[in-house]
Each structure stands twice: as structure tokens, then as C-alpha cells.
């Protein structure tokens, strides 16, 4: 722990009540990082930050403001309490800004999730994953030219006091390798990518294998033609299936929920989704990509069934939106250091169904399998959907030809009732969810 930094803010916090706020809270962000851009066999970029950022936030009644440095200096700190107190008495009313409830905070030792590795990966180090990764993109027949590959390496730690007893620290590390590639010529060019991450520098993917799947997924979209309109089984690969766990954590999201801008208000205890389907949050995943110790209030974290065989179990809940609709906190606040808390998940989730993706297709006569989603024609308040798309049409259950300019569209709720995931989910990405298929979408091709 950076008993430095805690005793910082802890110090800010005391002054901040003694200043006149009723309660406050304050956190730090300490982060760095360091990446490197490589294209068509030359070094493109190198870029490196850091940044040591302090927020305080300060309630005075039922009002609240919050203010950001980055400067740690006593005489900046000073003068940071005192404009955070005059604008929270300048602000209107807000009747459910508060800290966390005291019973629902984080209390004794933290969680040993592996999430830091203090590994020094230097530019020259960052290059050569780089250089590794497009080489081995342009090696693959059929294509044409790299649209750039990179690495990068980073690390963060997250520091969060209140006022009524809270304080704890964690930091984190990341390291990623990405490759694009380009393949056809001309107006057949088609494009794709792979990238891997990790929290330890261990766990990546190797960069060549980076590089190769790049090169291979891009030459297998050359020469896509457009399929027939109809109703039709879509099948989501797993790093498009995930999008549906995006709208789901929109829809469960407590703030749209209070504000009544969600399709699924209402729906709490409810089956929005076929009997065999669980949807997890889990914070405490050891080195998980989204893993907390506490939430951004100072909230104690576990792991939830958000959707438990089909039924909506629990909104994503902060304090405020807990209070907007009389619950208990769930664990979900999001922290920045320039505004309140805001809501979000962890490790979320769709856990494994029981086919293999092959057998999830094996009955489908003409179907898409859709490996890239285009636009953001989602409705967060109805629930219609409506997205380009491109990937393989699915012939007699086996992948066929390449497909493009496509839309597919539904609306979410009986997406969600007809969903049935595979049995390949892998944790690759902060949301993840393994291959799914969702019968009777409409498709507009040619």
C-alpha cells in the first residue's frame, strides 16, 4: 500500500469536513503506460504518459460537487477544499447524492487477486512484440498490407478515501499486443484483426500468433458477396456475442432504470432469458481484466448472478441510484476523479451453455455467422435493434462464403428469450460471452 497516498487524501477528507462539508470522499489515480506503433516495417510511434490525479468530492446537505489535480502540492490542496465546498454550496439540490451506506463498506484485509505484475517492458522490448506481430501478418498468403501493429505495457493504482471510515489501495498492470491486416486489392480489399491482453506479461499471446490470426481472418472475408433477406438463426462469435452483454448491463444499468430509460424497467424477477441461461459479475476473478478489490464508494465486491436461469436477478446499483429506487447497493460503482460515482460492471459474463458451436449450428439450413458488427442502431428504451453486419452464411450447419453489408435486426427482449450460448467461453476481454445463436432475426442483404 502507498501509505504516502492514503494518508494524503485521508488528510484531505478530515480538512474537507473541518472546512465545513458535511461528508466527503477523495480518490488517486496513479497511472502509466508506455506503447509503441509499428507499420510497413518501420517504427511509427512510441508514446508514454503518467499521471498522478487526485479527486475530491464534497456533500453539503443534498448537495454535492467534485473537483480534480493533479497538483499535490499543501498550498494546491488548500485552495482544491476550498472551491470543492463553495461549489457544492452552489449547486442545486440532489436528494440522493450520500456516501455509502457505513454496514455494505469493505472492512479487513483485501483479496490477493494477482492483478499487478511490476515486469519493466522497455520501448525496445515493445518494439520488437510490434515488429514480431506485423511481420508475421504479412507473411500470411493473400495479404496485401498491415494496417499497423502494437504493444503496449501499463500500470495503475487506485487509492480511495472517505469520510465515515473507508480507506484502501490496489493497483493493476496491462500489457497488450494488437495486429490489423489488409488483404485483396483495390475495391476487394477486405480488413480484420487480432490483438491479445493481460494483466501479467506472461499471459499474453505470443505476437507472432497475433500477426498470423490478423493475416488469416482478413484473407478468409476476401470476396464476400450479399445473402437473401429473410428471417433467419444468427449465430454471434465470441467477440460480437459480448456486445449482447453490453446492452444487457445498459438495460440493468440502476440510473436508466430510475430515470425509466430502459427496456427491460419493470422486468426485475422475471425470465428475459431462456431457462438455461446464468449471466455473472465476478470482481474478485484472479488477474481478471475488470477485477476490483472494492467498488468506487468503498463498497465490499463479490461475485452475483445478475441472471440467474433466465431471471433478471439485480439492477447494477451505486448509492444513488440505490436510494432513486429504494434498494440496497450492489457493489457496482465506478469511480473517476473529476465527477461522482458513476455505475459499471466487472468480469461480466454469460456462462457456458452445453453445445459446442458446431453443434449449435449443425440444424441450421441458411443462417449468418456474424464475426464483425457495424453502427449502433440500438434503442436503449425499447429495445430495437438494428446493426450492420458481415461474416459467413452458415449452409446445411457448416460455415459457407464470406458476407457483407448486411443488416440484422430485432429487438432485444425476444432476442434475449430465443439466445442460446456454446460452450467456448473463454475470458479474453473485460465482457465476454462464448458463441451464441439467436433464431428468427431478420436480415436485410440483397
Known sequence: MTDSTLDLLSDLVSKAVKGGADAADAVAVDARSRGVSWREGKLEDVEGSEGEDIGLRVIIGHKQASVSTSDRREANLKALIERT????????????????????????????????????????????????AEDATRSVDGVTNSAGAGASASSWAITLATSHGFSGH??????????????????????DYEF????????????????????ERAVRRLGPVRMPSGKLPVVFSPRVA????GHLSGAINGASVARGSSFLKGKMGEAIFAPDVTVSDDPLRKRGLQSKL????????????????????????NTAAAKQLGLEVTGHASRGTSS????????????????????LMMDIKDGLYVTELIGMGVNGVTGDYSRGAAGFRIKDGQLDGPVSEITIAGNLKEMFRHLVPASDLEFRYG????????????????
Open 170 to 191: 490496489y493497483q493493476g498492470s496491462s500489457f497488450s499486443v494488437s495486429s490489423s491486416a489488409i488483404a485483396g486489392e483495390g475495391t476487394g480489399m477486405e480488413r
Open 431 to 446: 465482457t465476454n460471452a462464448p458463441t451464441i445463436r439467436i433464431d428468427g432475426m431478420m436480415i436485410a442483404g440483397a
Open 294 to 317: 472494492f467498488d468506487g464508494e468503498g463498497v465490499r465486491v463479490s461475485k452475483q448472478n445478475l441472471v440467474e436461469d433466465g431471471v433478471l436477478k439485480s439492477w447494477l446499483l
Open 85 to 132: 465546498i463553495a461549489m457544492a454550496k452552489a449547486v442545486p439540490d440532489d436528494d440522493y447524492c450520500g456516501l455509502a451506506p457505513e454496514d455494505r463498506l469493505h472492512r479487513g484485509p483485501l483479496a490477493d487477486l494477482d492483478l499487478y505484475d511490476d515486469t519493466e517492458v522497455s520501448a525496445e522490448e515493445l518494439t520488437d512484440l510490434a515488429r514480431e
Open 340 to 359: 461522482p460515482p458513476g455505475i459499471s460492471t466487472s468480469n461480466f459474463y454469460m456462462n457456458p451453455g452445453e453445445l459446442s458451436p458446431d453443434d
Open 196 to 215: 491479445t491482453s493481460a494483466r501479467h506479461f506472461n499471459d499474453i499471446m505470443s505476437a507472432s500468433w497475433v500477426g498470423r490470426e490478423a493475416g
Open 242 to 245: 459480448n456486445s449482447m452483454l
